[in-house]
């Protein structure tokens, strides 16, 4: 049966994503849904939008990030921190991810349940919704308390279950579930909980850990160049020394010959090519264990770590010799 999978806010955490798309194992005729929210915050938003751009198979909803990267262009508000750090990610490539953004749908409707980013008015026909409603934006928020005495999910009353991004409503790394009427997937991976996702038509969450708090780490990798208009990286590539960058690379390798030895190991366990995706992941994970080194270990064996994508994850050069002693741990 063909799976669609939406997945929560991923707020730039191209590392994540990949993770949870590989424990999710789909196969190339499913379905990849972004419930918005794609931009901003995380180290790699120009990777998440190209994945979502470019991918035969995925959409996109528009989050209130997204939202205001348009109204700003449209110089119907300004940039907040989060999304002059995001133009500055694309450099050039802004304008071209501008239009792509612009073009995002507010709701898309399934045979099994709506996607919206943010919520819903009760007793509103889904193509009357109000945008600012769907997408969660802050006028959204307000036009939903003037009007309402309780929380909008207690009044949801539409004929097919809901699910919405934007909010964490449980405030832990677990998804929000509402009389199996509303499903909530924002577990805030970018400040260090958990990237989640639902699988239909089966209703199934799946779900991958964050690395730890990568908004923290891109607000001390950027600084004000002028509070009034725009911020400018204090770029990690360019304060890496020559020395540095020998350690990346060598790190590179520890990785490679870390994931060749894993993969050796859990080869030869029976029966191993008859599992799925998610089962085979699971055996690599119990392994190599969670943390930096483990999420650049499953990008290694998916063919997709870079040396520039290592670089943003790793950040902090300063924390090279400690991912090395661990990739060495694992690679002997």
């Not at 198979?57 to 940039?79: Q, S």
């Not at 923290?216 to 540095?244: C, D, I, L």
Request: with cysteine; aromatic share 8%.
């Amino acid at each position: 049966m063909q799976k669609t999978l939406i997945i929560g806010d991923i707020h730039g955490c191209y590392a994540e994503l990949l993770a949870l798309l590989d424990k999710a194992g789909l196969g190339e005729e499913d379905t990849v849904i972004s419930i918005g929210d794609i931009v901003d915050r995380g180290p790699e938003t120009p990777q998440v939008v190209d994945y979502f751009r470019k991918t035969p198979n995925t959409m996109a909803i528009m989050g209130n990030h997204e939202r205001k990267h348009v109204r700003a262009a449209r110089h119907e508000v300004k940039l907040s921190l989060s999304q002059q750090i995001s133009q500055a990610q694309f450099g050039a490539a802004y304008p071209e991810a501008l239009e792509w953004m612009s073009a995002l749908p507010i709701y898309i409707e399934l045979d099994h349940a709506i996607i919206v980013h943010g919520y819903f008015e009760p007793g509103i026909a889904l193509e009357r919704q109000i945008p600012s409603v769907l997408c969660g934006t802050m006028g959204g928020e307000r036009i939903l308390r003037q009007r309402y005495d309780r929380p909008w999910y207690e009044l949801y009353d539409a004929d097919k279950p809901v699910i919405v991004g934007h909010y964490n409503y449980t405030h832990t790394d677990q998804p929000f579930i509402y009389q199996d009427k509303v499903f909530g997937l924002d577990t805030d991976c970018v400040t260090g909980k958990a990237l989640t996702g639902i699988l239909l038509p089966s209703f199934r969450f799946v779900s991958v850990p964050s690395r730890g708090n990568m908004w923290m780490q891109v607000r001390r990798a950027y600084q004000f160049t002028n509070p009034k208009t725009s911020v400018r990286q204090v770029s990690a590539e360019a304060a890496w020394s020559e020395e540095q960058d020998k350690k990346l690379n060598f790190l590179f390798q520890k990785l490679q010959e870390a994931n060749l030895r894993v993969m050796s190991q859990v080869q030869e366990i029976p029966g191993y090519q008859d599992l799925t995706a998610r089962q085979q992941f699971r055996l690599y994970s119990e392994i190599v264990g969670q943390g930096v080194v483990p999420n650049l270990l499953h990008l290694t064996r998916m063919g997709k770590l870079e040396i520039e994508l290592m670089r943003k994850i790793v950040h902090d050069p300063r924390r090279l010799s400690l991912l090395i002693d661990k990739a060495i741990k694992i690679s002997n």
